[in-house]
Antibody, heavy 126, light 108 residues
Framework: QVQLQESGPGLLKPSETLSLTCTVS????????WSWVRQSPGKGLEWIGY???????DYKSSLRSRVTISVDTSKKQISLKLTSVTGADTAVYYC????????????????????WGQGTLVTVSS | EIVLTQSPGTLSLSPGERATLSCRAS???????LAWYQQKPGQAPRLLIY???SRATDIPDRFSGSGSGTDFTLTINRLEPEDFAVYYC?????????FGQGTKVEIK
């Protein structure tokens, strides 16, 4: 059974860099795309971006200038870095695995998210 | 960006009843790359439906999805106690991938 576990600091000050790691167990990291999704307290879900096993990425445009998602296949880890955080970045951060890929025109993109980590709360406060 | 609007915001039903949840997109989701997730308090979302109508692994057949274009529906037949939760739709046919704001199914 595939399991994803997020880890990283739970408390940051404004302007710092959020760094989270998602460790995959019980399955391969290769052959899949991986996403980060966040959920502000009491709010809905927001997709941040994804990375393929070969390092191809796509990010939400409003976060693109601050976000980097990377993959380390040898460690079976996916990383998220978000710079210059503010209180608006306070959220539970989830990593997720995509259910295969789908075609959009002539491009293959990841499908829905079939496995999720339990999430980790990151609070930004001075 | 495709905006997904879910309705109603809250659905109050009794166990055994049918739940019908709507997800309307601001522009066509084409192909039908629309998913539904269930989320319970303190838990991560769980994939229920992908491709608008395909059930994910181990999802009971009382959950069904339908729709195309801009209008999608999640139907839960014969609500079980464990089905009371928040449900989100998500489109993954265009970037950025977007989620609806959620529909809470609560016990009446």
């Amino acid at each position: 059974q595939v399991q994803l576990q997020e880890s990283g600091p739970g408390l940051l000050k404004p302007s710092e860099t959020l760094s989270l790691t998602c460790t995959v167990s019980g399955g391969s990291i290769s052959g899949f795309h991986w996403s980060w999704v966040r959920q502000s307290p009491g709010k809905g879900l927001e997709w941040i971006g994804y990375v393929s096993d070969s390092g191809n990425t796509d990010y939400k445009s409003s976060l693109r200038s601050r976000v980097t998602i990377s993959v380390d296949t040898s460690k079976k880890q996916i990383s998220l870095k978000l710079t210059s955080v503010t209180g608006a970045d306070t959220a539970v951060y989830y990593c997720g695995r995509h259910l295969g890929t789908v075609w959009i025109a002539t491009t293959k993109v990841p499908g829905a998210l079939d496995y999720w980590g339990q999430g980790t709360l990151v609070t930004v406060s001075s | 960006e495709i905006v997904l609007t879910q309705s109603p915001g809250t659905l109050s039903l009794s166990p055994g009843e049918r739940a019908t949840l709507s997800c309307r997109a601001s522009q066509s989701v084409s192909p039908t790359y629309l998913a539904w997730y269930q989320q319970k308090p303190g838990q991560a979302p769980r994939l229920l439906i992908y491709g608008a109508s395909s059930r994910a692994t181990d999802i009971p057949d009382r959950f069904s999805g339908s729709g195309s274009g801009t209008d999608f529906t999640l139907t839960i037949n014969r609500l079980e106690p464990e089905d009371f939760a928040v449900y989100y739709c998500q489109q993954y046919g265009s970037s950025p991938r977007t989620f609806g704001q959620g529909t809470k199914v609560e016990i009446k």
